[in-house]
């Protein structure tokens, strides 16, 4: 195969430091990574020998890059001096109007030595880690980068010691919050569980009680429905740092995105790559986890791990080597954890979706008829949890507390300071356009896919269309007569419904009855 | 941070199978990945749930091909019913004027199950190398997925089996020639030494004593010239198969550009992932370089491994564990291998870049007096060692009859009867600029930087400039006077040989001069 690089040009170059290019935005967002695309016939693409596919330094007046090089063969998408600058690249360069660019190959980077070490088996130090993390969050490294990061440290190929330094690399990478009080509590859940939003109702419950819990969430990345999406249907969720730290001032918790915190800024990036990959090393996970709660200024941690054929752990035995992975890495950071193994069979509540989630939440919180019970139950666990990380009480009787703290109204009250301390309390929608699922005969609800049926509440528009997602009518162990719905979807559109139908249509197991 | 997807339209989206799109050339050459792009606004996009960077299966009426959204989200680069396609991904489906194309998230892949099950240290066998190797031949493996493959593989990962599963698995995905005799002969060079063109000498001496020699050979990946750069600027190298097998009943050797033989596809493709990684496996070496030989239909292959501390192969003991694995592996799949260890630490001839070391080349085989007498010797040694490949001689006599065969003229009476055969010889041409690089004072040159000096060629303009590199003017251990040339630039435009020159002057110690 030729090597397809810049060709032979009959006009003489330049060297290409005398050949500035005017930037040109092209509007393609090729995600993360930058790009920017020359002409073949670029008099500074073949005086400086690029290939295509080099990684290429882009340097404007105040910025500089580093940027994949794609090659514009046919076709006048561009002018010879025009570079074309992907999204991801116009946002990093920010050019001026008529500011000129200079191009030339990008310098080895020092962290990619690191990752080949790696690779070959080498141990890396916290400095290493830093410096591989640092060039990750500053744009540095392509995907392709990325993924041999990733795959050279997964299967257990992270040490116990240098899964610590990943995790205060990926600290020092962002942000760092601190907060006036010496014990600071947070929960995280490790995922997979459609509907497990007991977020808002644990916080409200530990606020109200005293501790100090300044929640941060993130948006969905995979899910049909983040603890932020969720929140956002009730509350504003995008406070500034100034304006979270006056709600938890005066309420002593909040419900907050933390995407605009800069909290390890490094895990978004990797869990991408990660995802493109379906892969979710151990050492990596624990360093995600931690380094956003350590950037987060929590202190003590409750983590709930759910566990179920279809969740993301899939066994005891797993969950106990991840928790005991997460203790050994959180002691050496100076986090207390608590690992919550729970049910991860099926999901929690009945509304998966933004809005349809907030319904339950709101419906638990107001002690409301049609509460769902199991997620009730899930928040008092968690909550009672972290009123033992937080010393209230112990066993039965932090359980008590917070469930008399919920039965009495406290909790709610709680959450409504804290909601207008955000920016005000406001019901959730619903979506205009439904349609139930009818179970085909009589008989028990064995089991429900929690995978498929997230992805059947994405297709319905979740979580972009807020209150899209799906209404779960039967939980496992529940017989179900013909004819009565399994789950309703909801959709904002037309058309997004016969979508999400057409996908569930073809997919009859997601809920299964046993006659 | 807010998850770049399709956003939310105003418009009511339908399923995406009624909404097909029309397919829009790019221009854009994004590498062997195929990339589609579409409007933000696009239905498609909101209806297919698809996530930025996602992988899709686009749909044409003939062909479908997988590739990588990227999505547009400002400007009107495309019509909100255009699909944007890459040149590769142009290419593939080679859609018909006014074909429209569907559009979905891509099935999971099998082979990415196997790469992860390597990344988690299982041992895969052939049907697995195959069906991986086969989907990256078939461009449905992003540069992220091949390399985790190629990480998953590197550091001795692959166990002595699954470099033979993997050898196979390349020769599968491509064509394998075959010849209608018991033995053909073969050479390789593990490279890295610039100016080390002894293929034409060889192939002229084995195919003169009657042995069968058809050599492919590629054009330069890293290098300022492949075998097939260097030949083309004497005879033509883009010979179809029918054409070289009548070159070779006639002849009984050849000198042809492999590219267009689809032998060992996957090759290249591995090759140039590797290199944005700076990764050479060893596992992936011995595959890469038996899966040609064995395509090809050789039967019996030298193998030149050139040891000097800026060549590719470091150490003696390097050498001789590359040789070993390459000998288990070629028994495995039935071709006789023969290691020769030679001299890595300089140049070889005077010449680097195509038509300067064509001009070494034809130098040797006229017998002139300002033949180059270390590429001479080397191609003697090379030449004997595959005599005795092919039971011709051994030992003292198998090196006497290259010898003779070389001083005699009959090397080259075969060499031009070669050339003709392929369409002619013609004599390769010198650059029209060119600047010499002296010595700063007298002394001895003690070492070459090969890595430097390729680069210093590449940046003049070689391969793709066919007469552009450099001529070198010592070797080690030479003694120079002050003013006297160490090398001389040589360019087809003032433009590229300023660039050079910059270059060198910046690097002072390609040629180092001891006083």
Redesign the interface.
């Known amino acids: ?8 040009s009959p006009a ?5 430091d005398l050949v500035p290019l005017r930037a040109r ?7 993360h990574e930058p790009v920017v ?1 020359l002409r ?1 016939d670029s ?1 500074v693409c ?2 400086e ?1 690029f290939e ?2 080099a ?1 290429v330094e882009v340097q404007g007046a105040q910025r500089s890059i580093v940027a994949t090089l ?6 006048d ?1 561009l002018a010879p001096d025009e570079a074309g600058l ?2 991801s690249a116009w946002r990093r360069l920010a050019p001026a109007a008529g500011e000129r660019l200079r191009l030339r190959n990008a310098p080895p980077s020092d962290s ?1 030595s690191y990752v ?1 070490a790696k ?3 080498a141990a890396l130090n916290e400095n290493q880690f830093d410096a591989i993390i640092g060039e990750i969050v500053a744009g540095r490294l ?4 990325i ?2 990061f ?3 440290c ?2 257990r190929r992270l040490r116990a010691a240098e899964v610590v330094g990943l995790t205060r690399a990926m600290v020092h990478a962002g942000s760092r919050l601190d907060w006036p009080h010496p014990r600071v509590v947070d929960k995280h859940c490790i995922g997979g569980l459609p509907g497990n939003r007991t977020t808002p109702i644990v916080v409200a419950i530990a606020a109200s009680l005293g501790l100090l819990m300044p929640k941060t969430s993130s ?3 995979t899910s049909p429905a983040g603890t932020a999406d969720t929140v956002e249907t009730f509350t504003r969720v995008d406070l500034s740092l100034q304006d979270m730290r006056r709600v938890v001032a005066s309420e002593g918790g909040c419900m907050v995105w933390g ?1 605009a915190m800069n909290l390890s ?1 490094a895990d ?1 990036l990797l869990i ?2 990660e995802r ?4 979710d090393g151990q050492g990596q996970l624990v360093a995600s986890v931690l380094s956003k709660k350590v950037a987060a200024g929590s202190t003590h941690v409750l983590i709930d791990i759910p566990v179920g054929p279809s969740a993301k752990v899939r066994s005891q035995a797993e969950a106990q080597a991840l928790l005991h992975a997460l203790s050994h890495t959180a002691r050496a950071v100076g986090l207390h954890v608590q690992g919550l193994i729970t049910d991860g069979s099926q999901p929690v509540g009945r509304g998966i979706g933004p809005a349809l989630e907030a319904h339950d939440v709101l419906a638990v919180l107001r002690n409301a008829a049609n509460a769902p019970d199991d997620l009730r139950q899930r928040a008092l666990q968690v909550a009672a949890a972290v009123l033992e990380l937080g010393d209230l009480a112990q066993g039965e009787a932090a359980h008590a507390l917070a469930r008399n703290c919920l039965d009495e109204g406290r909790a709610w009250r709680k959450f409504e300071a804290i909601c207008l301390a955000q920016g005000g309390l406001r019901e959730p929608g619903v979506a205009a356009f439904r349609h139930p699922l009818t179970a085909l005969r009589d008989g028990r609800v064995t089991r429900i896919d929690n995978r498929l049926l997230a992805r059947a509440a ?2 319905a ?1 979740a ?3 807020p209150c899209a997602g799906l209404w779960l009518g039967v939980h496992v162990g529940e017989r179900i007569a013909r004819e009565q719905p399994l789950f309703v979807l909801h959709a ?5 419904l ?2 999400a139908l ?1 996908y569930v249509q073809r997919h009859p197991d997601i809920v299964h009855v046993e006659a």
Chains 1, 2 share one sequence.
Do not use: W
């Not at 392509?142 to 980068?145: A, F, I, L, T």
């Open positions: 195969m030729a090597t397809p690089t810049c060709p032979s003489e170059p330049v060297a290409a935005r092209l509007g393609i967002d090729t995600h695309v073949a008099p073949r005086a020998g295509a596919h990684r794609n090659i514009l063969t046919t076709g998408l992907s999204e990619m080949r690779i070959f088996g392509s995907n392709v980068e993924a041999a990733l795959v050279a997964a299967n948006r969905a990345i995407g800024p978004d991408r790559v493109t990959l379906d892969l994405k297709l528009g979580p972009q269309a904002e559109s037309r058309g997004e016969a979508y057409d």
